[in-house]
């Protein structure tokens, strides 16, 4: 299936040094994109010693030492710094032709993995996704949603909705929205609680915030953007944990409005000084754009947030009229 490697790829230098075996290769893919040999052997389904011997092999091959082995981890040498941006390539264009092939047979069977923060993936995606399953039954939908951003170039989904554009990697990413936050406490913390008349009012205030470490992406230092002193009394890893500490009436809390619109116990306080603004950007990889049930997905989520525009800005106001803005759509440049 792959003689087109003897004679197309630079790979091809390597011809003279014994057969070369595109699985390992994908072994290879798997143990650089998890860094560890236990956690790729788990993910490949085979046991530990079996990968080892796979990847000495390929090292034997081509010999090239492709990895240092630290404590740390297995991490790559110059050769194998190489050997990845070639396998990769190759990768890519065995995804494009059976995808390709697999459209003409299949069309929109198959599964479609997604990742999206979990405040957009729970209080949003997840009440809509429906829509999708019922129209399209033969498509296998699976929604990661989490604090931590997917790895697209690790193959962890088909897609991601960020908070940010990626500046490298085989991807194309597009921007579905602005969206904007605010500050919110439930009615039961503020009767018990000091007036709040001002933003200097804040420090007199129990706040809710992220703990400083761990930070899902540098987007969501809010508090930062508030006042440079104002620090949590509660910090919390995440926001849906975030958000029910704040109906619980632990204290004030910067939510995204189009999940605090869902819950009438929550106040919005000091609308007109206490305005954050991000983006969500729709972050595909550049092999897998063109495959039906990808671009059906896509489509989908990109069409259902335009559409409820005003519950991610209530105001109608854009990051671009704040100030800030982007191009639309682009193609992130490669570089590794």
Known sequence: MYEWLATRHPLCEFSHMGKLDWNDLQTFLTVVRTGRLT???Q??????????????????????RLFDRRPSGYVLTSGGEWLAREAE???????????RLADQVLGLAGSVRIGAPEGFGT?????????????????????????????????????????????EGRLYASKITDYELGLYAADSYLAASPPLGSVADIRKHSVIGYIPDLLPTFAHAYLEEIGSDIRPAICISNILTQMSATLGGAG????????????????????????????????IHSDLREIARVRTAAE???????????????????????????KLSKQVPTTR
């Open 39 to 41: 956690v790729a052997a």
């Open 43 to 64: 993910k490949l389904g085979v046991d530990h010693s079996t990968l080892s011997r796979k990847i000495l092999r390929l090292e034997t091959t081509l010999k090239t």
């Open 89 to 99: 390539v190759i990768e890519s264009r065995t995804i494009a032709v059976q995808s």
């Open 123 to 167: 209080y949003f995606l997840a009440r809509r996704i429906g829509v999708l399953s019922r129209r399209h039954p033969e498509l296998e939908i699976e929604l990661i949603a989490n604090p931590r951003v997917v790895s697209l170039s690790k193959r962890e989904a088909d897609m991601a909705v960020t908070n940010f554009c990626p500046k």
């Open 252 to 283: 004030l809390c910067i939510l995204p409005c189009f999940m605090a619109e869902y819950e009438a116990g929550l106040v919005r306080l000091l609308p007109g000084d206490v305005r954050i603004f991000r983006e969500f950007w729709l972050v």
């Open 300 to 326: 989908f989520i990109t069409k259902s947030v335009r559409q409820e525009r005003r519950l991610f800005l209530p105001k109608g106001e854009t990051l671009r009229s704040a100030g800030g803005g982007t």
